[in-house]
């Protein structure tokens, strides 16, 4: 399971700048799906714009409109919705985009009486901590979070655009476009955390199984837990470190209940995905506490049945299938990355443990060279699995401005190419002491945000999935599950130079 494009990509970039959804639909059958899906919005504001995305068909997309307000375009791949001037009650609109014979998706629109909202929401960092003393903005006003990272902003009209900013050099900001929702929870992509983790340590023996250190195994000692999200925790097993000590690291309440799964597999070399499973057990009920150094956690590994996965990986036309990687998930709580192929064939298959409390996931990625990588993970997938298809989609990949652009200005439009059935991360960078910028949105354009005259920078677009809107990135959930099924792909980063 490889990590996160997105996150890496952002990070470097602030470092420094040098040059640098849902799946396709396979087989030939069309389909045509809008974003998003829903929205709310109240009497006697702005437009909002709404894009179809048709796949396998080149029929021209039609929009038309049923209920109050009016539409735009009648014909295309985007249009937008302006809501009537008063409603006296909640009222349904529904704008509806079809295509060919018997394709069509519709928008579900709430108009809701004229009135601001009061937005209640959170920051949070890329691993669910709360962070505190960030300013968030909505038009005019803005407040800064508190030590829960929460903030409340009254009299807002949706659709609104959010913006979080950290103070400091250089000055890091997210923009989040077109909200609707009373209560986001903000992912802040820029800073993981403003406290300190709880900290302890896991010790025990590792019994059972092929001796611990046997040339040609694999032994992994991983941390799980229901009580609060944690990060991918596991150490390897040798014949120097059984008796075996974990640290471990989580945020939130200061005391929860653990377990300790060891997991032994049989591989050529570290990296390559294993050819049999010899051992599993788990330590369950372990009370933890923070500054704890806990003794006993013994695990007992009993064999495990041995099994196969396959399938294909479909890729985009014209790029190249990079990888095909393999990881078990635990229990529903964790997932530990086994091994991976890195060659351009597009069929797989994969040994995995039967019988035990897991299933597996497959990754794979691929890559057109100039353009961006596209990455897809097949998740839940249970033993003897042999269908499997990992259907990669085209990536979000800039439009304008050129790159190498020396015309940009305040309110430039930067434009991409849409990520089906995924929102877009448009990040902005300058290096050294440059303003970092990041926006999210579910369009395919945005305009750019204030930055410093004279200064060169680096964009790129980013693009995850499955989501319909901002709102359902910004649910609370975690925008980078270890579990699940999930697309995310990243452009090439092209370069402009503020006027």
């Known amino acids: 399971m490889r990590p996160s494009l997105l996150l890496p990509a952002l990070l470097v970039l602030q470092g420094a700048c040098g040059p640098s959804g849902a799946p396709g639909t396979p087989g030939g059958t069309a389909s045509l799906t809008v974003a998003p899906e829903t929205q709310r919005v109240l009497a006697g504001t702005g437009p909002i714009t709404l894009r179809a995305t048709l796949v396998g068909d080149t029929t021209p997309i039609a929009w038309a409109l049923s209920g109050p307000g009016t539409i735009g375009a009648t014909s295309g791949p985007e249009t937008t919705y302006?809501?009537?001037?008063?409603?006296?009650?909640?009222?349904?609109?529904?704008?509806?985009?079809?295509?060919?014979?018997?394709?069509?998706?519709?928008?579900?629109?709430?108009?809701?009486?004229?009135?601001?909202?009061?937005?209640?929401?959170?920051?949070?960092?890329?691993?669910?901590?709360?962070?505190?003393?960030?300013?968030?903005?909505?038009?005019?006003?803005?407040?800064?979070?508190?030590?829960?990272?929460?903030?409340?902003?009254?009299?807002?009209?949706?659709?609104?655009?959010?913006?979080?900013?950290?103070?400091?050099?250089?000055?890091?900001?997210?923009?989040?476009?077109?909200?609707?929702?009373?209560?986001?929870?903000?992912?802040?992509?820029?800073?993981?955390?403003?406290?300190?983790?709880?900290?302890?340590?896991?010790?025990?023996?590792?019994?059972?199984?092929?001796?611990?250190?046997?040339?040609?195994?694999?032994?992994?000692?991983?941390?799980?837990?229901?009580?609060?999200?944690?990060?991918?925790?596991?150490?390897?097993?040798?014949?120097?470190?059984?008796?075996?000590?974990?640290?471990?690291?989580?945020?939130?309440?200061?005391?929860?209940?653990?377990?300790?799964?060891?997991?032994?597999?049989?591989?050529?070399?570290?990296?390559?995905?294993?050819?049999?499973?010899?051992?599993?057990?788990?330590?369950?009920?372990?009370?933890?506490?923070?500054?704890?150094?806990?003794?006993?956690?013994?695990?007992?590994?009993?064999?495990?049945?041995?099994?196969?996965?396959?399938?294909?990986?479909?890729?985009?036309?014209?790029?190249?299938?990079?990888s095909k990687a393999l990881a078990v998930e635990l229990a529903g709580l964790t997932a530990i990355p086994l091994g991976h192929v890195d060659t351009a064939d597009r069929d797989f298959t994969f040994a995995v443990p039967d019988g035990i409390p897991a299933t597996t996931s497959v990754t794979a990625e691929a890559q057109l060279v100039g353009a961006g990588t596209t990455f897809r993970r097949v998740s839940g997938l249970a033993p003897r699995r042999m269908d499997v298809s990992v259907a990669l989609p085209t990536p979000a990949l800039p439009v304008a401005p050129a790159d190498g652009a020396r015309d940009v200005t305040a309110g430039s439009e930067f434009s991409w190419t849409p990520l089906q059935n995924g929102v877009h991360f448009a990040v902005f960078n300058g290096g050294g002491g440059a303003p970092g910028v990041y926006v999210v949105t579910a369009g395919t354009h945005t305009r750019m945000p204030e930055l410093p005259g004279g200064s060169t920078y680096h964009w790129y677009v980013g693009g995850f999935g499955p989501y319909d809107s901002v709102d359902a990135v910004t649910t609370g959930a975690n925008l980078f599950p270890v579990l699940g099924d999930s697309v995310e792909t990243v452009s090439e980063a092209r370069s402009f130079v503020v006027q």
């Open 82 to 322: 302006t809501p009537p001037s008063s409603v006296d009650a909640e009222t349904l609109a529904t704008v509806t985009a079809s295509a060919g014979t018997g394709l069509s998706a519709a928008v579900q629109i709430t108009v809701a009486p004229a009135g601001g909202m009061d937005v209640t929401g959170r920051v949070v960092g890329p691993t669910g901590v709360a962070l505190s003393g960030l300013t968030v903005g909505i038009g005019t006003r803005s407040v800064v979070t508190g030590a829960d990272g929460r903030f409340a902003i009254a009299g807002v009209a949706p659709p609104y655009d959010l913006e979080v900013v950290l103070a400091g050099t250089p000055t890091l900001a997210g923009r989040y476009e077109g909200l609707t929702r009373s209560d986001p929870t903000i992912v802040f992509l820029w800073l993981f955390t403003t406290g300190e983790p709880n900290t302890a340590t896991i010790a025990g023996t590792i019994s059972g199984g092929d001796s611990v250190g046997t040339a040609g195994d694999f032994t992994a000692a991983i941390f799980s837990t229901a009580d609060v999200r944690f990060d991918l925790t596991a150490i390897g097993g040798t014949s120097r470190n059984n008796p075996f000590t974990l640290p471990v690291a989580w945020f939130g309440p200061e005391s929860i209940t653990a377990a300790v799964h060891v997991l032994q597999w049989k591989s050529p070399r570290p990296g390559q995905p294993p050819t049999e499973y010899t051992g599993y057990g788990v330590h369950e009920g372990i009370a933890l506490a923070r500054g704890a150094a806990v003794e006993g956690a013994d695990v007992a590994l009993t064999a495990p049945g041995n099994a196969e996965i396959g399938g294909t990986v479909v890729p985009p036309d014209g790029y190249t299938v990079l």
